[in-house]
């Protein structure tokens, strides 16, 4: 195994003077599955920003397989919160647009589109606009054209946030058992303790603003685990009562009234 | 249902127009409903209706063209780049400010009493409206959008054509529709001011003759011409954003 993405020292602070995260020093190794909690505003998405190339960090550098990221980095894929499907486009349509800008041809398009909605469970689905789908067909959809152009690494910024529990666990199992058969490395930011517990390989605690690393913790469970049962599981129970202690002070912090 | 007391309040306004006028001695100034219908059939069957409403909607037509085109491809130019924009930001705010129809006799010293005029009076006051709305249309378009979209290794091409443009549709049309009224009072000014054809022509014609009925005919002309014009645009609309319709037929829920 080796370091994929390296974040050597990293400080950023933004054009208004906002110190969002300082000192981060990380290494996420290739195949793994790294979750990323904080409280809110703590830099969590600044840092998949960064490794994705859409911002420089002010300090430190983000080195991608060895090298400094100072530009888009196409190796990574952006799925957020909001799905960003594109509204005129059937759902075939929106898969196939980094088939397009990649210059493949119709028919090739169209077979790798099929398998992509099969791949991801909207089989029948691709001639429907994204208005008609349901949330969390809408993030099956934004999966399969992520997975279209193949990125080695996905940066997921809370994308399950907006669903309710039971898509959301749907959602998880079929995630890391794609990542897992793809054999992707995701860098995957929540605000849900339990999500972070249940997905992770590591899970990355981040401090409140300016966010550093506060803790690393390593995952007792299985790489491969079945999500379903998860809750019964006193390990993972055990895990997330960790994780609580540990970001509890934070999360109270900010729920105090002195709070600027 | 709806369609029955719209009818019925039709028939009752033309009814009301139609008695009260003579009874309140009014003819003079708002005619009848029947003489307006004589002069308008009149002016129909003599054929000078439809040259009229011909050179107008030419006029209109190819300013609305011309405006529209030229508009859209400001608006994009503009709205990628940002240096020009802020560069030509306060000439454009000078320009638009002005009351385009009174570029009317500018425009007569420049280009003639011809069609010509009257196209590129009716084509700049398109221009900005379309302008506005196209440039605000691609600024809208989200930027995370484009950064997921430039991780897929899209170029500047691919960006316009594939989240840009389509995109900025939205705002496109409605500018276009907004501007097909202003079309028409670019040509409709253009004809008051210097012609001898068009609905503008018409209309001052009548006007200058005391022809209550005419004139009014002639503005009912112009509301078709109008009404024609939107539904033109509605069905091209329709055509270029299907999506739209699924929206349509989607109901409501919280
Ligand atoms: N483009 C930006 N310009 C200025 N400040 C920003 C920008 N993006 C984020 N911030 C600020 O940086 C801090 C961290 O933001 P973010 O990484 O989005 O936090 P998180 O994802 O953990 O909630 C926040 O205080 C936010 O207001
Ligand atoms: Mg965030």
Not at chain 2, 90 to 117: E, V
Request: aromatic fraction near 8%; hydrophobic fraction near 50%; glycine fraction near 10%.
């Amino acid at each position: 195994m080796s370091a994929i993405i390296v974040f050597q020292d990293v400080g950023k602070a933004f054009a208004n003077g906002v110190q969002a995260v300082s000192g981060i020093n990380l290494a996420v190794e290739e195949g793994d599955f790294i979750t990323v909690v904080g409280p809110s505003g703590c830099g969590k998405s600044t840092i998949l920003n960064m490794t994705a190339g859409l911002f420089q960090p002010s300090a430190g550098q983000v080195l991608y397989r060895g090298q400094p990221v100072t530009g888009i980095n196409s190796r990574t894929g952006y799925m957020t919160q909001v799905d960003h499907l594109l509204p005129w486009r059937t759902v075939a349509g929106n898969i196939a647009v980094p088939l397009e800008i990649a210059g493949r041809g119709k028919k090739e398009i169209a077979g790798e589109v099929e398998r992509l909605l099969a791949l991801v469970g909207l089989v029948g689905f691709g001639a429907s606009y994204p208005t008609q789908l349901s949330g969390g067909m809408r993030k099956r959809a934004a999966l399969a054209r992520l997975l279209a152009y193949d990125p080695e690494t996905l940066l997921m910024d809370e994308p399950f946030g907006a669903l309710d529990a039971q898509m959301r666990l749907t959602l998880q199992i079929q995630l890391k058992k794609l990542c897992r058969s793809l054999g992707k490395t995701v860098f995957f930011v929540t605000h849900d303790i339990d999500e972070a517990v249940a997905l992770g390989d590591k899970c990355v605690v981040f401090t409140s603003r300016p966010g550093t690393i506060q803790q690393v913790i390593t995952s007792s469970l299985p790489s491969e685990r079945d999500l379903m049962t998860l809750r019964f599981n006193p390990a993972y129970a055990e895990e997330c009562a960790q994780l609580w202690r540990i970001l509890a002070p934070a999360l109270e912090a900010q729920n105090s009234p002195q709070e600027a | 249902m709806v369609l029955v007391l719209q009818l019925a309040l039709a028939v009752v306004l033309l009814t009301a127009w139609q008695f009260l006028s003579p009874a309140l001695d009014m003819v003079f100034f708002i005619s009848t409903p029947q003489a307006i219908a004589e002069s308008f059939i009149g002016l129909a069957r003599s054929g000078s209706l439809l040259f009229h409403a011909g050179i107008t909607t030419l006029e209109a037509g190819l300013g609305f063209l011309l405006g529209g085109g030229a508009g859209m491809f400001a608006g994009v130019l503009l709205g990628r780049n940002k240096l020009l924009s802020d560069v030509l930001q306060p000439f454009l705010t000078a320009f638009y400010s002005l009351p385009k129809a009174a570029l009317g006799p500018l425009f007569i010293l420049w280009f003639g009493i011809g069609l010509n005029m009257k196209i590129l009076l009716a084509a700049t006051i398109v221009f900005f409206i379309v302008f506005l709305n196209t440039f605000r249309g691609v600024r809208e378009v989200s930027p995370e959008q484009i950064a997921i979209l430039r991780l897929m290794n899209a170029k500047e091409r691919h960006l316009l054509t594939k989240v840009i443009l389509p995109s900025a549709i939205v705002w496109v049309f409605a500018g276009l529709r907004l501007s097909v009224p202003y079309a028409l009072i670019g040509a409709i000014v253009g004809e008051i001011i210097a012609s001898n054809r068009g609905l503008g022509y018409l209309l001052s014609y009548s006007a200058s003759r005391f022809d209550t009925a005419g004139t009014f005919a002639a503005l009912g002309a112009i509301v078709i011409l109008a009404l024609i014009l939107n539904k033109i645009l509605d069905i091209s609309e329709r055509r270029l954003m299907p999506w739209r319709v699924s929206d349509a037929g989607r109901e409501i829920v919280v």
